[in-house]
């Protein structure tokens, strides 16, 4: 791990976040549109639900921006643990 740069930790970590946020958020959305679908048009839990989807909806835009980030730094995926990608930045 000597040989990447504290950039490139930096780049690598936010895109392995950028991508567990995503695979959480998609079962966030799923279930949202899951659950919108089976609900009457005015059902009291619409409104919160539709709160939640937009917010789920800006967070994997957020992500989204997090990947593009790594990506245009060139972090290339390799297989490393969290804890040899920070070092002693943990310690």
Do not use: Y
Request: hydrophobic share 45%; aromatic share 2%.
């Amino acid at each position: 791990m000597e040989h990447l740069s504290r950039a490139d930790r930096i780049c690598a970590v936010a895109a392995a976040a950028a991508h567990d946020l995503n695979d959480e958020l998609t079962v966030i959305l799923s279930s949202v549109i899951n659950s919108l679908h089976n609900l009457e048009p005015g059902h009291p839990a619409r409104t919160a639900l539709l709160d939640l989807q937009s917010a789920a909806q800006r967070c994997a835009w957020k992500s989204s921006g997090l990947l593009n980030f790594s990506a245009r730094k060139g972090a290339r995926p390799s297989s490393v643990t969290l804890e040899e990608l920070l070092g002693d930045e943990i310690r």
